[in-house]
């Protein structure tokens, strides 16, 4: 399909405004003003639109199909939530207007939902206290990294490293590096954190070690409580990665279980939506001694129930966000958050768990399950079996997109071979899963008779696969003029 | 319970499968130790309660004033159709685009994106976005780190404020030397950057036009710069863009901006979206995303995430930044506001604001007492300075229902007399003549 600049004819009028009083050349002296026209497209309304409503047929997104890509939690996102954040008091606010003489009074609505975001935020978590600055869970990862140097620092701690498991995902240990640590990895064991890997490691220049609980094989770290008591005899401070959330409200508090700092990704528990990319959010939340770090502005609520953003808090790291973080963001899993309620955001961790297994089990005979016990949200796959054959985990992933599915992850975590890892999340049917697990077994039996069928998938997409090491050396990332 | 399918038969054919009698047996796992000590939330709400709610809470924000308030954040006109498009589930549903063959729209579209921003910025490369224009400049400044590998980083303080207090928290334990090199009445000292760039000097970084509305041209301090080594650093503001001489024009190895003028409504903060641009030579230090064209196994055009090997799920630690998640719909937004504009309505749009701040500016310079700050040439927003604090009068204006700008002395000590004023081509002659008659009153 060709590209929007090649439908371009000049001339033709889109969206103008009324044609302007003066000529630039009256307006600005001819040395500041632009020599040659940016070349954007020329397009009419019609143009654009259709120009993008065909775009958006060449996607898959959870409206349209499964998409059980592990560690991603993509369930449903509510309409409801999308439009209320559109409503116009929201949409139309002026980030600066609290920065104004009395500016609190005139956001008054905007603060209660973050305050109240940041209330719920605490107490689904049991942390002390929350930001709602970081603008995704890597940002959530720097801030909080960033806290924990703080604290170091004003303890007058001289630490330098970070520990992550081999699990980690890639943003844990690129977070710690350009915070300024040095990244110590850990082997796991069975697939969970090993104690001893992380006695043999653990110093007094330890800042902390990141998380992910349950991790990123989709299993539960049991010794926990251990690897807590360990931590603390060095004064280093545990992170927890909150990207696998969905699994565990209100059946375990990190806060509770020993955890200093986390962060959230809203746009993935909270469901809100993905964006092809993005935006999305990463709340941080802490425990109490480290609450004085916590990026400014931070909203607090007067005696009166007045909301205002405060910014004398002098430990604080200062600014991460320009603003509040991506308050649209917020808005929608705020609006998440009321809907369900206690028991819902309850029932969705059940319903994401058992889903889970369910896929699990009706899976395991086909497919290699490498840690095959009760897993939590997700659980990971090996197509070292069928790579015998030559059909490898891509192949899989590109064979199930030909059936109307997103893949799951592939190749991630590293530490299992021809990686699969699935998460079907709580809002997807029974018969979704069913018919999805039967393709699936399907495309796996043809492996064993047709390989070369399932490595030449997919074919019935607008493209069949695409040459990456070709773009990687020919780097067309623009168009020519 | 919403958004969970599952009747009681399904839930119990599925236990069945797993080989448990109780969904809490799943959770076994979990010691009663870890177990939480409180879940004390409210129950659930319809949605006809949440939106009630939410509605009422909507009506406590002050969005009927007549602002003349920016400072970085504009308040542009955004065609119907950016919402209608970008509000479609095959775009706004999808997840980065891991699985390229199910994600061509996604995937041309940044491209699209990525070819846009560049040229109206007159740069050769662009990424897929970063998180808004703060952390641009922030991870700009980081490439040039890398690249140099030195040190000093020389800033104007006529770049926003806030996205140097922001540079200030990222960079704190990296042992930069952040130089920041003081305005002169709202303009960038260009003679004492200048001075400040020595051999140690990894980067200028100049924002225009700057955070005091001067429309600025780097370009005798690109090249003073760039002779010495260092890598020249430009936050732009993209309407304006259209019609200024470029950052390319000027001799920027990279030029960043905030991309929220571009179709984005101001939503409190965000989100917005961070736009990164540079130079060819330093395409291997981008943080994030890129997307490149190339071909299928049949010949046919496609697009892919490219040169990967600079990301953090490939380098862990040793990536060019830590960024997954962008920005992605706030790009096809901005796509899709600069394909309904065009070229022309983009700078239809520029020209309108930059001719009312003209006006404005004439206006307000005619109250007694009351001057211009801004000597040189201006594009949509300018200083004056008051006879009394900015924030008394603000206050007072916020009181007729009229913002009239920014009060400067919060971020700039020794200007708490000054206000930002701010116009866009939203504004009516009309709103600027009732403007410059009550501040003539309040004064
Ligand atoms: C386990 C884990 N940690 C961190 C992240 C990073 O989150 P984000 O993409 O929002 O920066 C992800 C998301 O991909 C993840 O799956």
Excluded at chain 1, 313 to 339: D, E, H, Q, T
Excluded at chain 2, 408 to 414: D, K, N, S
Aim: charged residues 20%.
């Amino acid at each position: 399909m060709s590209t929007v600049f090649t439908k371009s004819a000049p001339g033709r009028e889109g969206v103008w405004p009324k044609q302007p009083e003066h000529d630039l050349s009256d307006l600005l002296p001819a040395g500041l003003i632009r020599e040659v026209p940016a070349g954007l497209p020329s397009l009419s309304e019609l143009d654009v639109v259709r120009h993008f409503s065909l775009l958006s047929r060449k996607n898959y997104g959870v409206d349209s199909n499964f998409y059980p890509l592990g560690s991603c939690t993509m369930k449903y996102n509510p309409k409801f939530c999308e439009d209320v954040a559109g409503l116009p008091g929201f949409a139309r606010l002026h980030p600066l207007l609290p920065q104004l003489p009395r500016g609190d009074e005139l956001t008054q609505g905007a603060l209660e939902v973050m305050y109240e975001s940041e209330r719920w935020l605490a107490e689904i978590t049991g942390m002390h206290d929350f930001t709602l600055h970081p603008m995704a869970g890597a940002h959530g990862e720097l801030t909080g990294v960033l806290i924990m140097a703080a604290y170091h620092a004003d303890k007058g701690n001289k630490k330098t490293k970070i520990i992550c498991p081999d699990s980690a995902h890639g943003t844990n240990p690129a977070s710690a590096a350009i915070a300024g640590y040095e990244v110590v990895s850990i082997a796991s064991k069975d697939g969970i954190v090993d104690p001893d890997a992380l006695a043999e490691v653990l110093d007094d220049e330890v800042a902390g070690m990141m998380m992910t609980c349950p991790n990123t094989l989709g299993l539960f770290e049991k010794n926990l409580p251990k690897i807590v008591e360990m931590l603390r005899s060095v004064d280093a401070l545990l992170y927890y990665d909150g990207a696998n959330l969905n699994a565990v409200m209100g059946k375990m508090r990190v806060g509770d279980a020993g955890f200093d700092v986390v962060h959230l990704n809203l746009h993935k528990t909270f469901a809100t939506p993905h964006g092809g990319g993005g935006p999305g959010s990463g709340p941080v939340g802490v425990c109490e001694k480290l609450a004085p770090y916590l990026p400014i502005s931070r909203v607090v609520k007067d005696p009166s129930g007045r909301f205002h953003l405060r910014y004398d808090y002098p430990k604080s790291i200062g600014y991460v966000a320009p603003f509040y973080g991506n308050f649209g963001v917020v808005l929608k899993a705020y609006a998440y958050m009321l809907r369900l309620g206690r028991e819902g955001l309850i029932k969705v961790s059940e319903n994401a768990v058992l889903a889970a297994n369910y896929m699990r089990k009706r899976l395991d005979d086909v497919l290699e399950v490498p840690y095959d016990r009760i897993c939590m949200h997700e659980f990971v796959a090996s197509a070292d079996k069928q790579s015998h054959k030559g059909v490898r985990a891509l192949d899989i992933a590109k064979a199930l997109l030909d059936k109307g599915y997103h893949a799951p992850t592939v190749y991630f975590p590293l530490i299992v071979k021809e990686c699969l890892m699935f998460e079907p999340t709580e809002t997807e049917s029974k018969e979704t899963m069913d018919q999805f697990v039967d393709d699936l077994r399907d495309i796996l039996a043809l492996a064993e008779t047709d390989p070369a069928a399932v490595q030449a998938a997919p074919v019935t997409l607008p493209v069949t696969r695409l040459d990456e090491t070709a773009a990687a050396r020919n780097m067309h990332i623009t168009e020519d003029m | 319970m919403p958004y969970v399918p599952h009747t009681t038969a399904d839930t119990r054919a599925m236990l069945e499968v797993v080989g448990v009698d109780s969904v809490e047996e799943l959770f076994a796992e979990i010691p009663q130790t870890l177990r939480p000590k409180s879940f004390d939330l409210p129950a659930g709400m319809s949605e006809m309660a949440t939106r009630a709610k939410l509605e009422d809470l909507a009506s406590r924000n002050s969005t009927n004033l007549v602002s003349f308030l920016g400072a970085g954040f504009y308040d542009h006109y955004v065609p119907s159709a950016v919402d209608a498009l970008t509000m479609r589930g095959e775009f706004y549903t999808a997840y980065t685009p891991y699985q390229p063959e199910a994600s061509q729209g996604t995937l041309q579209a940044i491209y699209e994106y990525q070819t846009a921003v560049t040229r109206l910025l007159g740069m050769d490369c662009s990424n897929a976005s970063v998180y808004d224009g703060g952390t641009a400049i922030y991870e700009a400044v980081m490439m040039a780190v890398r690249q140099t590998k030195r040190v000093k980083v020389v800033i104007s303080e006529t770049v926003n404020p806030i996205y140097r207090i922001l540079l200030g928290t990222y960079t704190v334990n990296l042992k930069l030397e952040l130089v920041t090199v003081p305005h002169v009445d709202g303009a960038t000292d260009f003679a004492a950057m200048e001075k400040a760039v020595d051999k140690s000097t990894a980067c200028v970084v100049v924002q225009s036009p700057n955070f005091f509305g001067c429309v600025e041209d780097a370009s005798a301090l690109f090249a003073a710069a760039k002779a010495q080594g260092a890598v020249n650093i430009i936050s732009a503001y993209p309407v304006m863009a259209s019609v200024i001489k470029t950052p390319g024009a000027m001799g920027a190895d990279i030029a960043v901006a905030e991309g929220q003028s571009l179709g984005l409504p101001m939503s409190f903060g965000g989100p917005y979206l961070g736009i990164m641009t540079c130079t060819k030579a330093l395409v291997r230090q981008m943080p994030g995303r890129i997307v490149g064209r190339t071909t299928d196994s049949q010949g046919r055009t496609g697009y892919v995430l490219t040169l990967q090997a600079r990301e953090q799920h490939i380098r862990r630690q040793k990536a060019t930044s830590n960024i997954c998640s962008n920005q992605a719909l706030c790009a096809l937004r901005c796509l899709a506001h600069l394909c309904l504009l065009g070229e022309e309505g983009l700078r239809r749009t520029a020209s309108a604001s930059i001719g009312n701040a003209r006006y404005a500016a004439g206006k307000l310079a005619k109250i007694p007492g009351v001057t211009v700050l801004n000597n040189g040439p201006v594009g949509n927003e300018f200083a004056i300075r008051l006879p009394r604090p900015a924030q008394d009068v603000c206050l007072a204006m916020i009181g007729r229902g009229f913002v009239p700008g920014f009060p400067l002395g919060r971020y700039y000590p020794g200007l708490e007399n000054c206000l930002l004023v701010t116009c866009t081509e939203k504004h009516s002659r009309r709103d600027i003549d009732i403007l410059a008659a009550w501040l003539e009153d309040e004064l």
